[in-house]
């Protein structure tokens, strides 16, 4: 019998150790590498202080690229819609077919604004606006994610952004045709040839070239990560997000090829990467670990699926679903696939997950591309108080506040007896004067 090709922890539920062997599952490296964050620290400041120059610079020293004036760091618009244009077909339908589906599902995700009177007329209400300029940061170089393009950009303008400004480096002056249409398509007003922390200090500072933004948003490299994290309070953030994840829960009902295959669609992305499987059918699990071994031949990135696999992956037997859903939310994970026979019985169960994929035809990898909501999650447990990415990060919301006299008066009194309470007679006084 062959040896097997894909290693992977095996936890059991009953087994005296599970507890210890489970928080080291769970276990995350920190946050950010000092030396990382104080290289980044540098680049950010460089960027504020000289601008252009330190781009410049940076583009040259780090992309590779000869370019003498800031201005050639812009795409032209021209170029964009030659590259969606120039896609080849079927990919263009492609975009097409999944810009049209975000859309449709953002569209749904809009907040409006409110009012209502009170019993003394004062009107109370809150008023949504759009913010006034986005920056969208998208990884270059080996990887390409035309889809990532299309779920952060699309509910920007969904929402009514004024200005989505996107950052991509171009190592090498290579550009991805596929980035670049899927830009146009999904309406970018500028876009400029600039990677890791140098574009999201310029995104945040501003230079003469790059428009400082209110929002940055856009997955990127550790760089890009310590960026966002240094630069958050001048400017808002989506979320510092970690290695993609996967849990998936299944009742022994479904093709354990399909799971074997959805696991690994979570391990190619890198081999940080957590693909894990719960069940409480023993013997299924025994027919995944089997087909594990029997797919991995297929994939060209086999080499980085087992890596994954072997450092963060696990196969865990629990007792009885309950137990399943007990683990899942104590994950927290970005994704949850319930490869079960009734999954809407079970959706009750679960308190933490970025986003739900239900029965054995709903796997992750729809949700990647084109199902419709984003596939930008909150990872590392964020689930627990975050949300996916929508419409609603590019709104900002005001309160609206209008008192009547004879409301004024009422919630005068109210006002002034708190503020004395609290020491500030100024409060107080403020207050008085509306009763009069």
């Excluded at 936890?11 to 489970?22: C, G, H, N, P, S």
């Excluded at 781009?55 to 800031?70: K, P």
């Excluded at 809009?110 to 300029?133: C, I, K």
Aim: net charge neutral; charged share 25%.
């Amino acid at each position: 019998m062959a040896e097997p090709t894909v290693e992977l922890a095996r936890l059991d539920r009953r087994d005296a150790d599970f507890e210890t062997r489970f928080q080291a599952l769970l276990a995350r490296a920190p946050d950010a590498d000092p030396q990382v964050a104080a290289r980044v620290a540098e680049i950010l400041e460089a960027v504020r202080r000289r601008g252009d120059a330190a781009l410049l610079e940076y583009t040259r020293r780090f992309d590779r690229r000869a370019v003498a004036d800031a201005r050639e760091l812009e795409v032209p618009a021209a170029r964009l819609r030659e590259a969606w244009e120039g896609l080849p077909p079927a990919l263009r339908e492609a975009l097409d077919f999944a810009a049209t589906r975000i859309r449709d599902y953002a569209q749904r995700q809009t907040l409006e604004s409110w009012e209502y009177r009170d019993a003394w007329g004062n009107a109370l209400g809150t008023r949504v606006t759009p913010l006034d300029r986005v920056g969208l940061y998208v990884p270059g170089g080996r990887a390409a994610y035309p889809s990532s393009v299309l779920m952060n950009a699309i509910p920007a303008r969904v929402a009514g952004v004024s200005e989505i400004v996107m950052c991509v480096p171009a190592p090498d002056d290579v550009l991805n045709a596929a980035v670049l249409g899927a830009a146009h398509r999904a309406g970018v007003d500028r876009v400029f040839t600039i990677g890791g922390a140098q574009a999201i200090a310029a995104l945040a500072y501003g230079t003469v070239t790059v428009p400082a933004v209110d929002k940055i948003v856009g997955p990127g490299n550790a760089y890009v990560a310590a960026a966002k994290r240094l630069v958050f309070g001048r400017v808002g953030i989506d979320a510092v997000a970690g290695p993609s994840e996967i849990v998936v829960v299944a009742d022994g009902s479904g093709d354990p090829r399909w799971l074997a295959m959805d696991l690994f669609a979570q391990a190619e992305h890198d081999e940080d990467a957590q693909s894990i499987l719960i069940s409480p059918d023993r013997p299924f699990l025994e027919r995944v670990a089997q087909a594990l071994n029997e797919r991995i031949a297929l994939l060209p990135r086999a080499d980085v699926v087992r890596a994954a696999l072997r450092r963060r992956g696990a196969l865990i037997a629990v007792s009885d679903l309950e137990q399943a859903f007990e683990l899942v939310n104590r994950i927290a994970p970005e994704h949850l696939q319930l490869a079960l026979a009734s999954p809407r019985e079970w959706l009750p169960r679960v308190r933490h997950a970025g986003a739900i994929f239900l029965g054995h035809h709903s796997p992750e990898a729809l949700g990647d591309y084109c199902a419709g909501p984003n596939h930008v999650l909150p990872t590392a447990r964020a689930a627990r108080y975050a949300s996916p990415l929508g419409v609603y990060e590019f709104q900002k919301r005001s309160s609206l506040i209008e008192c009547s006299v004879a409301g004024a008066a009422r919630l005068a009194s109210v006002a002034a007896q708190l503020a004395d309470a609290e020491g500030l007679q100024a409060h107080a006084a403020s207050a008085r004067d509306r009763q009069r």
